[in-house]
Protein backbone atom coordinates (compact mmCIF):
# COMPACT_ATOMS: atom_id res chain seq x y z
CA UNK A 1 0.00 0.00 0.00
CA UNK A 2 1.49 3.22 -1.14
CA UNK A 3 1.86 5.90 1.48
CA UNK A 4 1.79 8.95 -0.45
CA UNK A 5 -0.52 11.32 1.54
CA UNK A 6 -1.15 12.62 5.12
CA UNK A 7 -4.62 10.55 4.97
CA UNK A 8 -5.84 9.69 8.42
CA UNK A 9 -9.32 9.14 9.47
CA UNK A 10 -12.34 7.20 8.90
CA UNK A 11 -11.41 5.13 5.42
CA UNK A 12 -7.91 3.95 7.14
CA UNK A 13 -10.11 0.66 7.43
CA UNK A 14 -11.33 0.74 3.86
CA UNK A 15 -7.78 1.30 2.94
CA UNK A 16 -6.72 -1.66 4.61
CA UNK A 17 -9.38 -3.58 3.02
CA UNK A 18 -8.45 -2.48 -0.64
CA UNK A 19 -4.79 -3.29 -0.19
CA UNK A 20 -5.36 -6.62 0.52
CA UNK A 21 -7.35 -7.39 -2.40
CA UNK A 22 -6.55 -8.95 -5.86
CA UNK A 23 -9.87 -8.59 -7.80
CA UNK A 24 -10.04 -5.55 -10.92
CA UNK A 25 -13.70 -4.79 -9.31
CA UNK A 26 -15.10 -4.61 -6.24
CA UNK A 27 -18.56 -3.92 -5.59
CA UNK A 28 -19.26 -2.95 -1.66
CA UNK A 29 -23.07 -1.85 -0.70
CA UNK A 30 -22.49 1.25 1.70
CA UNK A 31 -23.65 -0.93 4.33
CA UNK A 32 -21.03 -3.46 3.92
CA UNK A 33 -18.49 -0.08 3.81
CA UNK A 34 -19.81 0.50 6.99
CA UNK A 35 -18.98 -2.88 8.51
CA UNK A 36 -15.41 -2.56 7.12
CA UNK A 37 -15.53 1.13 8.85
CA UNK A 38 -17.02 0.14 11.91
CA UNK A 39 -18.50 3.73 11.89
CA UNK A 40 -21.45 4.85 9.80
CA UNK A 41 -20.66 6.85 6.79
CA UNK A 42 -22.25 10.65 6.54
CA UNK A 43 -25.22 11.46 4.92
CA UNK A 44 -23.60 12.60 2.26
CA UNK A 45 -22.08 9.16 1.79
CA UNK A 46 -25.39 8.59 0.45
CA UNK A 47 -26.61 11.56 -1.40
CA UNK A 48 -23.74 12.60 -3.33
CA UNK A 49 -22.06 11.06 -5.89
CA UNK A 50 -18.85 13.47 -5.06
CA UNK A 51 -18.38 12.14 -2.00
CA UNK A 52 -16.76 8.84 -3.97
CA UNK A 53 -14.77 11.03 -6.04
CA UNK A 54 -11.58 9.95 -7.10
CA UNK A 55 -9.57 13.19 -7.10
CA UNK A 56 -6.89 13.91 -4.65
CA UNK A 57 -7.73 17.18 -2.54
CA UNK A 58 -5.42 18.36 0.20
CA UNK A 59 -6.79 22.12 -0.30
CA UNK A 60 -10.19 20.72 0.91
CA UNK A 61 -9.15 18.22 3.33
CA UNK A 62 -10.70 15.85 1.61
CA UNK A 63 -8.43 12.54 2.16
CA UNK A 64 -10.81 9.80 1.62
CA UNK A 65 -10.21 9.33 -1.93
CA UNK A 66 -6.48 8.13 -0.74
CA UNK A 67 -8.27 4.91 0.45
CA UNK A 68 -8.21 3.61 -2.53
CA UNK A 69 -6.19 5.31 -5.20
CA UNK A 70 -3.52 4.35 -2.84
CA UNK A 71 -4.09 1.19 -3.67
CA UNK A 72 -4.77 1.18 -7.19
CA UNK A 73 -8.35 1.27 -7.75
CA UNK A 74 -11.07 4.09 -9.09
CA UNK A 75 -14.58 4.53 -7.14
CA UNK A 76 -18.05 4.86 -8.96
CA UNK A 77 -20.91 5.28 -6.50
CA UNK A 78 -24.27 3.78 -7.92
CA UNK A 79 -26.94 5.90 -5.88
CA UNK A 80 -29.83 3.49 -6.96
CA UNK A 81 -28.17 0.26 -5.49
CA UNK A 82 -25.95 2.50 -2.69
CA UNK A 83 -22.80 0.38 -3.92
CA UNK A 84 -19.40 1.78 -4.88
CA UNK A 85 -17.80 -0.10 -7.33
CA UNK A 86 -14.04 0.22 -6.81
CA UNK A 87 -11.88 -0.81 -9.93
CA UNK A 88 -8.11 -0.93 -10.95
CA UNK A 89 -6.95 1.41 -12.71
CA UNK A 90 -5.08 0.66 -16.26
CA UNK A 91 -1.50 1.40 -16.27
Do not use: C
Not at 10 to 36: C, D, G
Not at 60 to 79: C, K, V
Amino acid sequence: MANSAPYKGLMKPLEAYLSAQTLEEIVLPLTRIEEILGASLPVTAYKAWTYWSNLKNPVSREFRAYAWLNNGYTAHYSMPTESVTFRKKLD
